[in-house]
């Protein structure tokens, strides 16, 4: 069915995701609890979240036939990945309801837009420049200070394509290693820890968040997220704001994460706004088995038209992500009280990959 009307979906309908990663395939999850249907669009005939879903396509993003014949088949379409290229969101837009709006990507896929966007809301990030060739870079580095690290505009994750310039480091290297690419400068805060705020926001412009999610990273990858933060609840407040705000700005319907530093300034602290995801995130699995409702389910809720949960945190909640070989120690798990165990069959483990979570509730 091609339909573009804002009619909530009833049970047995089918929602489309593009991407079949683990995202996708917790997100399929959840919708079939709801007794929703998936349909998964990946290019990878392996993608662990074919696995869990009625119907898949395994083509090129760029196959405007397969994406005819998966928006026919999908009542509403969403993403598990923000690097969706533009072309296909917007050919799939065309004759389809895409939530969230495909506009919010590019916006997101460009950390230089992105920064510019949230300043022009009012809400801090750390002090950046525009770097896109070396002349430039030095100029950033006398405006930014350093230490400073250059992170390329597009397609960086997971710390890919950064590197730090420390005080008396060479730019020249940073330039280098980035072989050209458009890039921003952005200071280095020294932070006192990074928090995430996951938001979901409903088609009816309804708001909720989850509980500030206190996350630790190793090697540039999530490693450990616990809920509450350690942070004064004022700030926990202000954290959430901004994600409302910036949730509302781009008028958006789905999943939202927000990835925060927070800042220790005397007995003051400070929120920076580093990062945006705009779907479900890696420091929000924990509300599987902490929270009332997922943010996979809030996710699904959103864009099928339906109203969102009310939150409801089951006490404090740890969560553990299983990098590379660390899935192979599944089993030590298995039997620890209180601990659930994701594994998301992502076959032989390859370093650096996610290849599942732990999470513990500990009920107050
Ligand atoms: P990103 O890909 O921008 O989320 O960066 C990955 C990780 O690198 C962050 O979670 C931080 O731990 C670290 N990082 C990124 N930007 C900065 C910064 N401006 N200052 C200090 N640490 C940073």
């Known amino acids: 069915m091609t339909r573009r009307d804002n009619t909530p979906l009833a ?37 662990c979240a074919f696995d869990v879903v009625k119907r898949a396509t ?5 196959d405007r036939d397969a994406l005819s014949d998966f928006a026919n088949d999908c009542d509403v379409i969403t993403y598990e990945f923000e690097n969706v290229p533009s072309q296909t969101a917007s050919f799939l837009a065309q004759n389809s309801l895409v939530l969230p709006d495909p506009r919010v990507l590019a916006t997101t896929q460009d950390r230089l837009i992105e920064k510019e966007f949230v300043d022009s809301l009012g809400i801090a990030t750390a002090p950046y420049a525009a770097v896109s060739d070396a002349p430039q870079l030095f100029e950033a580095v006398r405006k930014v200070g350093l ?23 060479d730019p020249g290297a940073a330039w280098r290693a980035v072989n050209g690419a458009a890039c921003i400068l952005e200071g280095f805060v020294p932070f006192e820890r990074e928090v995430s705020v996951v938001v979901a926001r409903g088609r009816d412009g309804s708001l909720q968040s989850f509980d500030v999610t206190e996350n630790e990273h ?63 995130h890696n420091s929000g699995h924990w509300t599987i088995d902490g929270c009332s409702v997922s943010q996979f389910e809030q996710h699904i809720r959103a864009i099928a038209g339906w109203p969102l949960a009310v939150p409801v945190r089951l006490g404090r909640v740890e969560m553990v992500n299983l990098i590379g ?12 009280p209180g601990a659930s165990v994701h594994i998301y069959g992502k076959g032989d483990p390859v370093p650096g990959r996610k290849m599942g979570h732990v999470t513990r509730v500990q009920v107050d």
């Open 58 to 62: 395994i083509a090129a993003y760029d």
């Open 218 to 280: 190793r090697d540039h990858i999530l490693k450990v997220s616990r809920v509450p933060a350690g942070i004064p609840d004022a700030i926990a407040a202000e954290a959430i704001r901004i994600a409302e705000s910036i949730a509302t700005a781009f008028d958006y319907v789905g999943v939202l994460a927000v990835e925060m530093f927070v800042l220790r300034e005397g007995t003051a602290h400070r929120v920076l706004v580093n990062e945006i995801a705009p779907r479900v």
């Open 325 to 336: 070989a660390e899935a192979a120690d599944y089993g030590r798990w298995l039997t620890v």
């Open 147 to 169: 230490p400073a690290i250059l992170k390329t505009r597009r397609f960086g994750y997971d710390g890919k394509g950064q590197h730090k310039i420390d005080v008396g480091g």
């Open 11 to 47: 049970p047995g309908a089918t929602i489309g995701i593009l991407g079949g990663g683990q995202l996708a395939r917790m997100l399929a999850q959840a919708a079939s609890r709801i007794g929703l249907n998936c349909h998964v669009f990946a290019p990878d005939a392996d993608a």
